[in-house]
């Protein structure tokens, strides 16, 4: 093989081409020759290369990579005797490196470990080659050829898969009961309605590698037996519905999905269902419900759905993160897998890093890392250096878990025995200013609106919880409201009908435990330690910084601050609604919040 | 119950499109209902009842389904839509005094519309751009990290 000291790329994109690129290709040619360098420097056409309707023609030059764009064939001899004979980079054409900016997703950290989201950012999610190229369907290949449905399951049995969703249970288990489950007629959905707040991991998944939920999906449909699945996506993320229609196309026309997989007699297609904005569709029951045209209202269990699920047929039913883990199982087998974690959690973890930390953003981690090793050292520490405070996992049923729990290690029983869940991955950090009570009180809201009625624990008891909240961040509780919370709390996780319900009382239950202060001093003291909650805060303007900018004045959107220019200003405390936006503007540090 | 913004007959025949490019079994109730919110803005009484026929379902379980998703609406809708996200991450990096100042810039409350037809103001729950928030979408375009004092002028943006 012939050695080359440089290899030019040229872009052959249809823009470049028009743009010249092939004039640009013939004049480098020449001038190589003519320069007796045709021996030493190579020149080979690639398919894209920047963004060619800015630029264009785009050419990179290896091994160092300088990037060229905007060039025309007549500055070719230039580009010769500048690059390839003096060394020097012609900076007129050179593109500047551009950092790609992705707020949602940085490079890995060291304790990080990508599995599920090995793909995302790095392949072109609307393009099946690019996954193919990344071993993409290769587990498929070697389950249909080499795997019975039996040695699937009992492959994801030993590397001790737990769904992803929030539940935890044993996705090897899951599948086994559809399998075993009588009738021909067999349904896979793939929960992609995750409606936690904050947790938009699956989002990603599905924008950034729809393959590999397709893949895991088709896996799990030969397990289970299973010809028709469904994909149930937030309509939320019209960017995830449109990128998995495309990966199912692309997948149907390569014979990855449809009838005879991959030459085979197994048979399987999908099928995309849009939510229509309802939390409470994350859940199993309810979601095939509404798969089924109905309101999503849950209904009890069992019959569990790998019994009676869709249409009353067995259907195994899992999330996005899940089903995208299946096919790195196959590939690289149960024990790998099973490698990573604690005893009972193994594998990674996705989370959705949000709130008061510097690094916000998707992370995937094994399971057993700390949550100050989460915090601290893959999200950077406390925004502006504050104090953390504590963390909030699982969503709007998740708990809060204070600080000096920090090192506790990330499984699914470690997070509910200190009154939390693992949910589907969200991850709330606060700082010191935050205020529990209005937090509990912020998720019962939340909870208490996409409560959908059926049950009546749920129903009334949230709206009773939610009561109680709201006069004691009001500044109008009184004695007896804390056990009230409490008994309300029991009641409501005792009786309600699904996880929605079930799981509601733990913003309030976990705050009273660790943050029994905070209540007692809104109670009892008529005041917000943490300054949040408006009826027990003022605004005041001090006398000595206030250089009388008039600012503030301008900016209050209830004219409540008056004052002349460069005299201090005050506000009128009975007009003053506690928006806080005099404070956010004032530039000299003046208004106080006591 | 809202009066019907559209024509009866042209609702009919819209229906009978997008029930002809759907189908009509139960399962596909959703997805039509969708796609007439998305051309109407709103499911009107007209549409439901044409559904109703089409489907063979009675009108109120269309309406009873209608009603449950927060997406779908039985309401016209203003020019705009402003959905300000709720979730938590959102509360916790300042949520809540974005509120306030749309609240005050609007006068308006969750769910309602403006008199002049131009704002229609929803919260949403997470609309899943958490690395931004607080997060408003207005119409389809997101606005992220948004500060209170930044409301008027993103308002004044919309015509």
């Given at each position: ?17 028009e ?25 080979l ?14 050419i ?8 060229y ?6 500055e070719i ?46 392949i ?16 498929l ?5 080499e ?30 009961f ?24 699956n ?33 939320e ?15 149907r ?13 197994f ?59 299946v ?8 024990e ?15 989370f959705a ?28 520490g ?16 998740g ?8 090192d ?14 693992m ?19 912020f998720?019962?809201?939340?909870i ?40 309300l ?55 000595g ?25 005050v ?24 | ?10 609702t ?15 399962a ?18 007209d ?16 309406a ?12 016209p ?21 974005v ?27 997470c ?5 931004v928030?607080?997060v ?24």
């Amino acid at each position: 093989m012939a050695f080359y000291r440089s290899t030019v790329l040229v872009s052959v994109d249809p823009v470049c081409v028009e743009k010249g690129a092939y004039e640009l290709i013939d004049a480098l040619n020449d001038e190589l020759i003519k320069q007796g360098l045709i021996d030493e420097v190579r020149i080979l056409e690639t398919p894209r290369l920047g963004d060619p309707q800015k630029f264009g023609p785009d050419i990179i030059v290896y091994p160092e990579a300088t990037h060229y764009t905007n060039l025309t064939y007549y500055e070719i001899p230039r580009l010769v005797e500048e690059h390839f004979i003096k060394g020097r980079i012609l900076k007129q054409y050179a593109a500047k490196m551009q950092d790609a900016i992705d707020e949602e997703l940085s490079a890995p950290k060291s304790k990080e470990i990508r599995i599920v989201l090995r793909n995302v950012g790095e392949i072109d999610p609307r393009n099946i080659e690019d996954y193919i190229a990344n071993d993409g369907y290769q587990a498929l290949g070697k389950v249909l050829t080499e795997m019975s449905p039996e040695d699937v399951i009992q492959e994801v049995l030993d590397a001790k898969l737990r769904g992803r969703g929030g539940a935890g249970f044993p996705t090897g288990l899951k599948w086994r009961f559809a399998r075993q489950a009588a009738g021909d007629i067999k349904y896979i959905v793939c929960n992609a309605d995750e409606g936690d707040p904050g947790a938009f991991m699956n989002r990603r998944v599905l924008e950034g590698d729809p393959h590999s939920v397709i893949e895991g999906m088709i896996i799990a449909a030969y397990a289970i037996g299973a010809r028709q699945g469904y994909i149930y996506c937030r309509a939320e993320y019209p960017i995830a519905v449109s990128t998995m229609n495309l990966a199912m196309k692309q997948a149907r026309s390569l014979g990855l999905l449809g009838k005879n997989i991959l030459g085979t007699d197994f048979s399987f297609d999908l099928e995309m269902r849009m939510g229509a904005g309802a939390f409470v569709c994350g859940e199993e029951t309810a979601l095939m419900a509404s798969i089924e045209g109905s309101r999503g209202e849950p209904r009890t269990r069992p019959p569990f759905p790998a019994q009676k699920g869709l249409w009353g047929k067995p259907t195994n039913i899992n999330n996005v993160e899940t089903y995208a883990n299946v096919p790195q199982i196959i590939l690289k087998g149960a024990e790998w897998y099973a490698s990573m974690g604690t005893e009972k959690s193994k594998g990674t973890k996705t989370f959705a890093l949000a709130g008061d930390v510097k690094n916000t953003g998707l992370i995937e981690v094994p399971f057993g890392i700390t949550l100050r090793e989460i915090i601290f050292d893959v999200g950077g520490g406390i925004k502006n250096d504050k104090k953390l405070k504590a963390v909030q996992t699982g969503g709007p049923m998740g708990g809060c878990i204070p600080e000096h729990m920090m090192d506790l290690p990330v499984d699914y029983e470690t997070l509910g025995q200190v009154g939390s869940i693992m949910g589907s991955g969200g991850m709330i950090v606060m700082d010191e200013g935050t205020c529990m009570v209005d937090i509990a009180r912020f998720f019962l809201e939340f909870i208490q609106e996409e409560s959908c009625g059926k049950c009546v624990p749920c129903r009334v008891g949230t709206h009773r919880l939610l009561e109680v909240l709201e006069k004691i961040c009001d500044g109008r509780g009184e004695d007896g409201d804390i056990e009230e919370l409490q008994e309300l709390c029991e009641q409501i996780r005792r009786n309600s009908l699904c996880g929605l319900g079930q799981g509601a009382p733990n913003p309030v239950v976990s705050t009273l435990e660790y943050f029994m202060d905070e209540y007692k001093a809104h109670i009892y003291e008529k005041r917000c330690p943490a300054k949040v909650c408006r009826s027990l805060i003022k605004y005041e303007i001090q006398d000595g910084p206030c250089t009388g900018c008039t600012v503030c004045a301008r900016n209050c959107p209830v004219s409540a601050i008056s004052g002349e220019r460069k005299l201090t200003h005050v506000i009128n405390q009975d007009i003053c609604v506690k928006c806080g936006i005099c404070y956010q503007v004032c530039q000299f540090d003046a208004i106080n919040v006591i | 119950m809202a009066e019907n913004k559209y024509a009866e007959a042209e609702t009919i025949q819209l229906v009978n499109e997008i029930v002809a490019s759907t189908g009509t079994t139960r399962a596909d109730l959703i997805p039509i209902l969708q796609k007439v919110t998305n051309n109407l803005g709103y499911i009107s009484q007209d549409a439901i009842k044409q559904i109703s026929t089409l489907l063979k379902l009675p009108t109120k379980e269309i309406a009873s389904v209608a009603t449950f998703y927060r997406m779908l609406s039985t309401q016209p809708h203003g020019r705009h839509i402003i959905q300000f996200c709720e979730s938590a991450p959102c509360h916790i990096v300042g949520g809540r005094e974005v509120f306030i100042a749309l609240k005050t810039a609007l006068n308006l409350e969750p769910g309602e519309t403006s008199t002049d037809n131009k704002w229609t103001f929803i919260t949403t729950s997470c609309l899943g751009i958490c690395g931004v928030g607080p997060v408003i979408l207005i119409d389809t375009e997101i606005h992220g990290n948004v500060t209170p004092d930044q409301v008027p002028s993103i308002l004044a943006k919309y015509a």
